[in-house]
């Protein structure tokens, strides 16, 4: 299970399980990927079960796999970008399942400015379609700067 403590450092990770547990710091200054298995797995080892309000995402739909299954809509796969507002989620050992509710954002990748595109209109995507997070500081209510150069491994074609 992972508990959360903010620090200047970042925010300390503990992984907890029957036989103990583990600490790390999830950086401020880097890209956290669900797909990186050194730190994330499924159920309460998810991305999603360490998100706070605020932070910047990203999230795949169209089609894509989840444990070696394709689902979506059948149309080919897309990024999406997104602030996080609230999250609805039950994790279980294995598993994941809920929403996470945010506004849309784009990213503007030469500058690394992040801007909420409308802020009164919501979006919700699951857990499954979890990619990142990106690290950011916040200008105002509605424009953030990244703290890394955007990878083109997360922009669209």
Known sequence: MHRLRS?????KCWVGGANGSTSTYLSRDTIEFQSDETKYGRG???LSAVLDERDIVVYQTGTWEVDGVEVGDGSPASYNYAVVDTIQLVWTHN???GYIRGMSV???????KVNVDSPLEFIDFGPEQL???LPVTW?????????VDFPNSLENA
């Open 7 to 11: 620090s200047p450092f970042g925010r």
């Open 131 to 133: 990619v990142a997070r």
């Open 106 to 112: 784009s990213i503007d990748p030469n500058s690394g």
């Open 44 to 46: 309460e080892m998810h």
């Open 139 to 147: 200008i105002d209510e509605n424009e953030a700067k990244l703290l």
């Open 95 to 97: 598993c994941e399942h």
